[in-house]
């Protein structure tokens, strides 16, 4: 599996910004995708996960502000970030998941390459 994101870029603060994740290889319809993110100094977390189906989870600090979506014939997942405040500010990085991930709360082992988010205050 590959992954593939795109999208961060410098924004100001009230600003948006909608990264994409292209993966390859097989079964991407079946399996949950997430986002995550990484300040400088911070640990890695999770921002939102999606699932086949298209049930969300978001993390309470982007409730209300992000979005997860995916396109299965474009094996691609988004993430639309609106409102953006300077504490958004991180690397984000896709991450495909099995199911067993997903209802255990953890990572998958696959991850893009990340793309930095920048929101100037």
């Known amino acids: 599996v590959q992954l593939q994101a795109s999208g961060g870029g410098l924004v100001q603060a009230g600003g948006s910004l909608r990264l994409s994740c292209a993966a390859s290889g097989s079964s991407f319809s079946i399996k949950p995708m997430g986002w995550y993110r990484q300040a400088q100094g911070k640990q890695r977390e999770l921002v939102a996960v999606?699932?086949?189906?298209?049930?969300?989870n978001f993390a309470d600090s982007v409730k209300g502000r992000f979005t997860i979506s995916r396109d299965n014939a474009k094996n691609t997942v988004y993430l639309q970030m609106n409102r953006l405040k300077p504490e958004d500010t991180a690397v984000y990085y896709c991450?495909?998941?099995?199911?067993?991930?997903?209802?255990?709360?953890?990572?998958?082992?696959?991850w893009g390459q990340g793309t930095l988010v920048t929101v100037s205050s």
């Open positions: 999606i699932t086949s189906g298209g049930s969300t």
């Open positions: 991450n495909v998941q099995t199911p067993a991930d997903y209802y255990a709360g953890r990572a998958g082992d696959y």
